[in-house]
DNA sequence: CAGTGAGCGAGCTTCCGCTTGACTT
């Protein structure tokens, strides 16, 4: 008998699923969709009811011809990709493809690579379910709509760069990281005045010690000296404890977005480097599917959780919990990220370990006890006045999950006020306490804190806009559009004030704090303002935080089979489309110009505008007689927040800061950053160096260091061809002119001894047989 | 390789969501 062939998403799960159904199948992986809409002309026929016209990518084509020659020889062909509408949406293609019927074809779906799962849905096949292959075309095609309509505008209305884009997920991913910085640009901090007294006591095996216990908070200086001055030669006595247990429950397991979260703030991992450490474990087979929205665990994963923890902590630490996800938009295909087999610890991979050892612990305390605690809170009365100060204690009493796992929180989320903190020390009710001191703290608001990509990720999950798949391109698209940057923020330092209530006598103190300081955080270059301005203003509702989740639910109706997905996309495209029109016939040119001023010398206006080569500023105006003069904004300026003085300041480069040799020396910033000029030569300035400040005393060393490097790289230069043997970070080669040329590994090692023969000789072979590029992808044809 | 900044218009770019590899100027 024939084997059948069955067809899934990821070869890793064809190697498993294989293994589990033995002889009469064949597994194999059609890795992801195999067609897309074609790119010319948008790939839609919009006047025809909106009909796709779809193709086999050419990285595809390899993929589908091997189908479709086993699907030939095999038996009945069944298909098993992803249980969600991109997975069904694969398998109505496959059908097209390989000639399948979509109305007999088997379907069976699976949401955990388990065995009893597979067997299950194998004994209940079903069919394509084409309601939901329509509500993906719906979405792939409005998708296709959204992107190839919008851009096309920002590169009419942009006078910079030309490979601008616009999408339903990246446009709005970039509004927020916009909002966010002129929230923190227009927030006003205000500061207030915490007070907290400094108690001695004794604790239970009577050792000194000191406790702390806060009280009212007071908006000024004077009211906060006020308060001091009332408790002058007070008493201080317990006048109530209260006692109260506490619990804290374990987090749920990983998915895409938690576990890109986590190792953001517990390994300072970026989105794509957990992404790229996923893939390697999942397909060595130490963890599960990578890429889902589902907390949900398989009763395989929990009996085998389960008895790890009780083999490994005991009974009373086990809790099976049964998680739900929050997310209305989860299409839960997948399991949630956990180890393959609980009773590996560690794995072999350096750079994995660490991933893997923190979703084994994730993992595994999510099936443990609640953590129990006893929270004690004494008030003091002040016998002076009518304040009282209180004094917060916790104990742990059983540790159950936090044994092995304790999630961190994001800075946005960690309030100030919570400041419960060790144990107090043995109290009792009416007990008099030993006053130390008491003082009076000033401390600032705090805007909301920058994105970092973890953090957006969060974000646009919680929005319901992007999947697990994408959150990570989303990312690096918008990098590299130049929309966003990632980069530290020193912080800046700032007094505090301080009042000091100490031996019946009032001191006010000043110290100092840094503020503000930033790592890794996601910034908007004046690129992301100005294209996220100009979109909102002429496409408000794409722009809208809402609009893919009230698409969502029109894409549910389209799989319900209440809505037909033509109609849908036509009652979206037409207003868009008017928009769409309106713009490109009414908008002006984008330039997000802002005024700065007036030029102290010459009384001409001075402004901040984008320019055809990025953020700049302007003296006077191109209608003036005489030519305006431009400067380039430095990296970390910007339109929005450059001020007059520091538009000046740009205005002093080229600098000449001395003679060197009998030639000047010069000081600019240029194509590729700061350099110096010297007798017709160039030398990069490294960034510990200000191009502003910058003196002559400073720079020779950097031409004559520069100078020696040269000559340490040189190996042999021959004058008249222009050639020169170099010696690279990969070996010596080969230079001629501008161009580069590999030496053999047999030359490198005598590099010292090829003779101009030789050298141009190889040069010629090079160039006669050029090194393989990878091959570029070809456009849709 | 180390400057540009008007408007015109060749010919180019671009989306989101599935999946993994093949590269070291």
């Known amino acids: 008998m024939k084997k059948n062939l069955l067809i899934v998403e990821s070869p890793a799960k064809a190697k498993t699923i294989e293994k589990i159904l033995g002889e009469e199948f064949e597994v194999k992986s059609c890795y992801g969709h195999i067609r897309d809409l074609e790119k010319n002309d948008m790939g839609i026929d919009i006047g025809n009811q909106f009909e796709p016209r779809y193709i086999v990518p050419e990285d595809k084509e390899k993929v589908v011809k091997e189908l479709k020659s086993l699907a030939k020889k095999s038996g009945e062909v069944w298909l098993a990709t992803d249980e969600d509408r991109e997975g069904e949406a694969i398998s109505w293609h496959l059908c097209e493809v390989l000639g399948l019927d979509p109305s007999t074809t088997k379907r069976i779906v699976f949401h955990e690579i388990t065995k009893p799962a597979i067997r299950a849905a194998v004994e ?47 446009s709005v991913a970039v509004r927020l990281i916009a909002e966010r910085e002129r929230e923190i640009n227009a927030f006003n901090s205000v500061s207030t005045f915490k007070t907290e007294a400094l108690f001695a006591a004794q604790d239970i095996s009577n050792k000194p010690v000191t406790f702390k216990a806060e009280g009212s908070r007071f908006t000024t200086a004077d009211d906060a000296v006020s308060f001091l001055q009332t408790c002058i030669g007070a008493k201080y006595t317990v006048k109530d404890i209260q006692v109260k247990p506490a619990r804290k429950s374990p987090a749920a397991p990983f998915t895409t977005s938690t576990l890109q979260q986590e190792a953001s703030r517990k390994l300072g991992y970026s989105v794509s480097r957990t992404m790229l450490l996923a893939q390697k474990l999942y397909e060595n087979g130490d963890i599960s599917y990578m890429r889902t929205d589902s907390v949900n665990l398989s009763e395989t994963a929990i009996n085998d959780i389960s008895s790890k923890i009780k083999s490994q902590f005991g009974g009373t630490y086990l809790q099976v919990r049964k998680f739900k996800n929050k997310n209305e938009s989860a299409q839960e295909a997948h399991e949630a990220i956990r180890p393959t087999a609980m009773e ?30 006893e929270k004690t809170i004494a008030k003091i009365n002040i016998s002076t006045n009518n304040e009282h100060l209180t004094a917060q204690g916790e104990v742990l009493k059983f540790e159950g999950f936090l044994k092995v796992y304790r999630e961190d929180r994001d800075e946005e989320d960690i309030n100030e006020e919570e400041t419960t903190e060790g144990m107090l020390p043995p109290l009792e009710v009416n007990q008099e306490l030993i006053f130390k001191e008491m003082k009076a703290i000033e401390r600032f608001s705090r805007p909301a804190p920058r994105f970092t990509e973890a953090s957006l990720v969060k974000k646009l999950e919680e929005l319901g806009i992007g999947r697990p798949s994408t959150y990570a391109p989303t990312i690096s698209t918008i990098l590299k559009r130049g929309y966003v940057e990632k980069r530290d923020k020193e912080g800046t330092k700032r007094d505090y004030r301080i009042m000091l209530l100490k031996a019946d006598n009032i001191t006010r103190l000043k110290e100092q704090e840094t503020t503000g300081a930033e790592k890794a955080k996601l910034f908007p270059t004046d690129l992301g303002l100005v294209v996220t301005d100009f979109l909102k203003q ?10 893919t989740a009230s698409i969502e639910e029109e894409f549910d109706e389209v799989a319900q089979g209440k809505l037909t997905w033509n109609k849908m996309l036509k009652d979206f495209y037409t207003p868009f489309k008017q928009d769409v029109d309106n713009t490109i016939e009414t908008a002006e040119r984008i330039k997000g110009e802002r005024e700065l001023g007036t030029d102290p010398a010459t009384g001409k206006p001075v402004v901040a505008r984008m320019g055809r080569y990025g953020p700049m500023v302007q003296i006077g105006s191109t209608e003036d007689d005489e030519k305006p003069r431009f400067a380039k904004l430095k990296a970390t300026q ?105 030496l053999s590994k047999e030359q490198q090692e005598r590099a010292a001894d090829i003779t101009l023969e030789e050298a141009l000789k190889t040069i010629e072979e090079i160039k006669a047989n050029p090194p393989q590029k990878k091959a570029r992808k070809k456009k849709g044809s």
């Not at 020396?665 to 490294?686: E, N, Q, R, W």
């Not at 040189?714 to 990969?730: A, D, H, M, N, S």
């Open 124 to 170: 209940s096949p079903r069919v394509l379910d084409m309601n939901l292959v329509n509500a993906q075309q719906a979405r792939r095609i409005l998708d296709r709509i959204v992107g190839f309509e919008l851009s096309p505008v920002l590169w009419r209305k942009m006078s910079m760069r030309n490979n601008l884009s616009a999408g339903r997920v990246q």
């Open 344 to 373: 590996r610890l560690n794995v072999d991979d350096a750079d994995c370990r660490k991933l893997y050892e923190l979703i084994w612990k994730r993992t595994m305390a999510s099936q443990m006890a609640d953590a129990e605690l």
């Open 538 to 547: 002429h496409f408000d509702d794409i722009m809208d935080y809402g609009f």
């Open 638 to 742: 910007s339109i929005e927040t450059i001020s007059l003085e520091e538009a000046m300041d740009l205005f002093r480069l080229p600098r000449t800061i001395g003679t060197f040799e009998d030639m000047d020396v010069t000081v600019s910033i240029g194509k590729f950053g700061p350099y110096i000029a010297h007798d017709k030569k160039f030398y990069s300035l490294s960034k510990e160096f200000d191009p502003y400040t910058i003196t002559l005393e400073q720079a020779v060393p950097i031409i004559i260091e520069k100078r020696k490097a040269k000559e340490e790289r040189t190996i042999r230069v021959f004058e008249k061809e222009k050639i020169q043997v170099l010696r690279g970070p990969y070996g010596p080669y080969l230079k001629q002119g501008l161009r580069n040329y590999k």
